[in-house]
């Protein structure tokens, strides 16, 4: 009876004994000859299993036998081939552990300040049936000045401080994404619905309010019969879903040379705090973006007849908007990539 009873532990025994080995992950030459020295060597688990076979009853034998001689075999197989792995060089570990995940848990990011607020322009746009598109950022002369009114005198030129390719002078950084609704209307017949988003770049000093790298979103609608009042009501939609439902807009006279007549558009901010009346200079209102019919002769460079076609367009600087929507003082932080800054949006994504 004491045979049976020590037989049944010593079998439980070697059923963990296997599962142990094969679960077992080996990393180093280190951590196999502690296996060696665990199973393998004369004062080894196994060998001394071998030994305490003596005391298994002898109607017990065969199967403790054979279950010793698979945990032996499966001990030796594994050492091997886990050192014939070290030696070459191969894998030593079990292929079953990614080695790619990281040995601490990574911390989640976040989406940029200034492309959350890209998203968040288009989406506006998108749900009244504006459609995105896009265009190379060095640009030729045509694209980026002539076709938008630009002549080659024209002092509007000096308007935008550009990036020449200093191997071609027709070519340059775009200084805005008009390019890209240029190459639509090039492109594609009215009616014309869409949003250019994308990074721009001006020959200017970098401080705290301006940088030679920013990015834009501009807008385009042509059709038959638009009207100025179209405009109005496009963009008065879009400041009431980006700034509140009750946002007020006042557009005011300005200058462009590709619309005409232009606009700027401003939101009325309030004046209740003293960040308030300096953000506005005292006024309540906010200059947002620029805005105007789109100038008959741009039309007609981009071969739209402009007696049976009108449109309108508008820009915004995004980095201004991100700076007003988060209250940040400084367009450089955007650029720099400061963990300390980025951390504080993730609340917000």
């Not at 990281?102 to 998203?119: D, K, L, Q």
């Not at 770049?201 to 309010?209: K, L, M, P, T, V």
């Not at 405009?231 to 980006?242: G, I, S, V």
């Amino acid at each position: 009876m004491r045979g049976l009873f020590y037989f049944w532990p010593m079998l439980k025994k070697l059923e963990e004994y296997e599962k142990q080995i094969q679960e077992l992950v080996i990393a180093s030459k280190e951590d196999l000859e502690n296996f060696r020295l665990q199973f393998l060597s004369k004062k080894g688990i196994i060998p001394k299993l071998f030994t305490a076979f003596r005391d298994v009853p002898n109607e017990q034998k065969k199967e403790f036998g054979q279950k010793l001689n698979v945990l032996k075999n499966l001990a030796e197989t594994k050492f091997k081939d886990l050192q014939s792995g070290l030696k070459s060089g191969g894998a030593t570990v079990d292929p079953n552990i990614d080695l790619t995940v990281p040995p601490f848990p990574t911390e989640i990011g976040t989406r940029h300040p200034v492309n959350m607020v890209r998203r968040e322009i288009v989406s506006i746009f998108e749900r009244i049936g504006f459609s995105v598109s896009e265009g190379p950022e060095i640009e030729d002369d045509w694209h980026n000045f002539s076709a938008l009114n630009f002549p080659p005198e024209h002092p509007a030129r000096d308007m935008q401080d550009t990036f020449f390719v200093a191997k071609d002078p027709d070519m340059a950084l775009r200084t805005h994404t008009s390019s890209v609704q240029v190459r639509v209307m090039e492109n594609q017949k009215p009616p014309i619905r869409t949003i250019s988003p994308g990074r721009v770049f001006r020959n200017e000093a970098i401080s705290a309010r301006a940088h030679c790298i920013f990015h834009q979103v501009e807008g385009l609608y042509i059709d038959k019969n638009v009207s100025f009042a179209d405009m109005k009501d496009t963009l008065l939609y879009f400041a009431r879903e980006f700034y509140g439902p009750e946002t007020k807009i006042r557009l005011r006279p300005s200058y462009f040379p590709f619309t005409e007549p232009s606009a700027e558009m401003d939101v009325y901010w309030g004046l209740e705090t003293e960040a308030d009346y300096r953000i506005t200079k005292g006024t309540g209102w906010l200059e947002v973006l620029g805005c105007g019919m789109v100038d008959p002769n741009v039309l007609k460079s981009c071969g739209i007849d402009p007696e049976v076609y009108s449109g309108f367009a508008f820009g915004m600087g995004i980095e201004r908007t991100a700076m007003l929507k988060y209250q940040v003082k400084d367009l450089r932080l955007f650029f720099e990539n400061d963990k300390r800054f980025l951390d504080q949006f993730k609340s917000a994504y």
